[in-house]
């Protein structure tokens, strides 16, 4: 039998699609399976109008044979099957897709669900077979034909035997002498996880006879090994059923087993979408942060799924990255696919379903605060970190969607409150919401600027990651209320009075501050008299957009090469028995003013939770004192 070459001129192309199309190998599987469940489709479409094409619905069914020792892989269905030109058109032609005809054709677009549309799915299977066979046979007709393969060669065409109407796929597996992988695809084990990762939800049953160990008839602890047929897919997908139906402990065995959390999620979020792309969804919030989840390995997405087949494991333009930590699964029947269904068009219909997604975590997340609060803030606690990056993330782009679900400690109780609470218990007077910063709650708690606040009997948020002071500049206000850094020069809390006798404390002891700045050189651009610091002698505040915290945390990142300077005061306690003895010693001992400004400037950077530039100088200074 002369070969016949492949239709499309270049061989180089069959070359490139089953070397680099697809990336993993394991999914000819599913493209061989997918094949044949739209086979089934189309058969039950055609038998609409002629019943003598029909099987009941039960008989319909896609099994898989193995003969190991031959190498042969085979896929049987009792689909509509191919005629001659079929096989020739369809299987003859590098990116011809009957599937893709066959729902052009206007009265079969709505009814049946066919996932083919490329034209390229069947090649993939030379990435493992050697040489593939088709037989097939036209339901109603005599003759059935068989097509071979052996890859860029061409292929052959002869008629052949074959009992009942469908299509048997056979594949001929690679023998690599270096690479044993492809056995792999041989094992029983290997296929039936293959089958349940790819195809579980096929609507056709999968089956497959397997050895399996039962217990020997007659006999209660002995047992055999006997030759089964089992269905491998579960069929209908627990999305796919209505959320009554399905019980808190189906969906949490389905997050366990498909996305390996040995902890319950806080949230299952089942639902469905109408519209422009519909699609069916189930969501999981997870109550901890997956273990990699704040490196560079973790990839976010959720797994795609068309018609039943996942097409997608992970893909990342189904969830914004500030609701990366989110498991689950989209299903849409609407989806455009492109040649490899392994990357999607990056398309409007991804944008529509990401977009109707975040909407529906956002809106998930704030009920949750509402009726489980212990609940919301464990989940704050492990993932809350992303949600401030995301408010901070793309100048603030995100900030609508996540001010309502971002949480910080307050001096309200030391626990965790959402903006929308702590204005709800904002006083009359107040002008701000105050915040401070600091490498712990309670590092942030005994600022002395912190304490002064909170003695006028206002709130203050206390602010320990990194991320927190950019997300609230990002925000720049909640409710028409601005933040205000407990340790700016712009907090004003004092009364007016305050105000007028602090300005005649630092006017007429200009000389003597101007002194301490000087002998401080450039570590603060100026020095002043404080009258908000409780009991303690000093403290650093800043003036400007540059906070210190944001000095340092700017200043710790890795490829900062030109670091950022706040512009820093030394604040001095003007009732602090050390604000009388500075003024003292500037008429009496300039040099030692000088020693003592550098001492009080570096407990000021103490108190603040800040690093001091010189321990020894600090150390000799302290023990001159002493001595
Ligand atoms: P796609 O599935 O993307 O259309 P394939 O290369 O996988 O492309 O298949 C090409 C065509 O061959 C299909 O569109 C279909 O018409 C036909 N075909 C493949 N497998 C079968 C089968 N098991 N039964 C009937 N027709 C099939």
Known sequence: MPKIEFKTESKKLLDMMINSVYTNKEIFLREIISNASDAIDKRQYMSLDNSDMSLSDGEYQIVIEKDADNRLLSIRDNGCGMSREELENNLGTIAKSGSYDFKQDSDAKNKTEIIGQFGVGFYSAFMVADSITVKSKVPGSKEAWQWSSSGVD???????????????????????KDDESYSEFLDDYRIRSLIRKYSDYIRYPIRMEVEESRPKEGSENEYETVKATTTLNSMVPIWRRS??????????????????????????????????????????IPSHAPYDYYTKMYEKGLSLYSNGVMIMEKCPE????????????????????????ETLQHNRQLTNIERAV?????????????????????????????????????????????????????????????LKEYVGRMKEDQKAIYYACGSSIDA??????????????????????????????TLSEYDGKTFTNVSDQSLDISSEEEKASLKTENDSNKEMLDYIKTSLGDKVSSVRFSSSL?????????EGGISLEMEKVLNSMPQNDRPVKAETILEINVSHPIAESLKKLYFKDKDKLASYSKILYAQARLIGGMEIDNPTELSNLVCELMV
């Open 358 to 418: 975040e909407k529906r975590i956002k809106s998930e997340l704030l009920k949750l605060l509402e009726s489980d609060r212990d609940k919301y803030t464990g989940f704050f606690e492990a993932l809350g970190l992303q949600l401030k990056y995301g408010l901070y993330a793309d100048f603030g782009v995100n900030k609508d969607t996540l001010k309502d679900l971002v949480m910080f400690y307050s001096s309200n109780d030391k626990k965790l409150t959402t």
């Open 154 to 176: 061409g292929y052959e065409l002869e008629p052949c035997e074959l009992d009942e109407a469908g299509t048997i796929v056979t594949l001929h597996i690679r023998q690599d």
């Open 243 to 284: 959320s009554s139906e399905v019980s808190q402990e189906e969906y949490n065995k389905f997050y366990r087993d498909k996305f390996f959390d040995y902890e319950p999620p806080v949230k299952v979020i089942h639902f469905s979408v109408d519209g422009t792309t519909p699609f069916e969804s189930l969501l999981f």
């Open 534 to 542: 409780k009991d303690h002698p000093v403290c650093l505040s800043s």
């Open 444 to 473: 942030a708690a005994m600022l002395p600027q912190a304490e002064a606040v909170i003695d006028r009997g206002y709130e203050v948020l206390y602010l320990k990651d990194d991320v927190d002071e950019f997300a609230l500049k």
């Open 318 to 341: 189904l969830l914004p990255d500030h609701f990366g930590f989110v498991h689950g699964i989209i299903d849409s029947d609407s989806l455009t696919l492109n040649i490899s269904r």
